[in-house]
C-alpha cells in the first residue's frame, strides 16, 4: 500500500488500484468567503460574490476552487477516458461521482523534468502547446511506466485534451526509456 498527495487530490495505491480522492478544503473556501464580502474594493458586492463562488479554470483562488477542484478533475478524468480511450490514458474504470476514482495503478518514473521534456518534444516536432497545460503535460509525476510504455495517470484538466489527443499515441508508441537512463 502506498500515499501520494497531490495538489488536489490523494491517492492511496492498493495493489493494482489507484483511490483518488478529492481534496476538499472548507476553511479556505470559508475565509475566501469572508475576504470577499469584507473587502473595499472597485468591484461591487455583487461581483466580489459572483468571482468567490464562480469555478472558472482562469481564477483558481476561490471558495468554489477549494471546494471542488479535486470532485472535478475526477469527473473529468472519467469523462474523457471514456468517451475517448486513447491508448496513453491510463485507464480509468469508475467514478463514484467524482468523490473518488479507481485506476489502474502503475510504476512511478523517476527521471528529471529536462530530460523528460527533451524526450517528449523530439516526439512531438517541439510542438510548443504542450505549454497550454504545463502544470499536467511537462511534470514527470503525472506519468507512469505501464507494460512499458509512458502513460499519464493526471488528466483531468481540460487544457491537457487536445494535446493528448493529438500527441498521445505518438508517445505512447514511441517514448524511449534508454534515452532517459543512458
Ligand atoms: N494510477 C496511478 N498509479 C500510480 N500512481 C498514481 C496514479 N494516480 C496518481 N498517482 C500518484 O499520485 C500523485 C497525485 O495524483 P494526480 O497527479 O492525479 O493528482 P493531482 O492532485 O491532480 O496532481 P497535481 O499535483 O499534479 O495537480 C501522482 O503524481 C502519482 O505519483
Ligand atoms: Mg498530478
Known amino acids: 500500500m502506498r500515499f501520494h498527495r497531490g495538489s488536489i487530490r490523494s491517492v492511496l495505491i492498493i495493489g493494482s488500484l489507484a483511490f483518488k480522492f478529492p481534496q476538499i478544503n472548507p476553511l479556505k473556501a470559508l475565509h475566501n468567503i469572508i475576504i470577499a464580502l469584507s473587502w473595499k474594493g472597485e468591484m461591487t458586492l455583487r461581483e466580489r ?3 468567490t463562488l464562480s469555478l472558472n479554470d482562469e481564477v483558481l483562488n ?3 476552487y477549494y471546494l471542488f477542484r479535486g470532485i472535478r478533475a475526477n469527473l473529468r478524468e472519467r469523462r474523457f477516458y471514456k468517451s475517448s480511450r486513447l491508448s496513453i490514458l491510463v485507464p480509468t474504470y469508475f467514478s463514484l461521482f467524482g468523490l473518488v ?4 495503478a502503475g510504476d512511478i518514473i523517476e ?3 529536462d530530460d523528460f521534456v ?4 523530439k516526439l512531438t516536432n517541439n510542438d510548443q502547446s504542450i505549454h497550454d497545460d504545463t502544470h499536467t503535460l511537462t511534470n514527470p509525476a503525472n ?3 505501464m507494460d512499458g510504455h509512458l502513460m499519464i ?3 483531468g484538466s481540460s487544457g491537457c485534451r487536445n494535446y493528448l ?3 498521445g499515441q505518438e508517445i505512447y508508441d514511441n517514448f524511449l526509456w534508454f534515452r532517459i537512463y543512458s
Not at 476514482?101 to 489502474?104: A, H, L, M, P
Not at 527533451?118 to 518534444?121: D, L, V
Open 49 to 51: 460574490i459572483y468571482l
Open 62 to 64: 476561490t471558495s468554489q
Open 101 to 104: 476514482n479507481i485506476q489502474r
Open 111 to 113: 527521471m528529471g523534468i
Open 118 to 121: 527533451s524526450e517528449i518534444m
Open 143 to 145: 506519468y507512469v511506466e
Open 153 to 155: 495517470v493526471d488528466y
Open 165 to 167: 489527443m493529438k500527441w
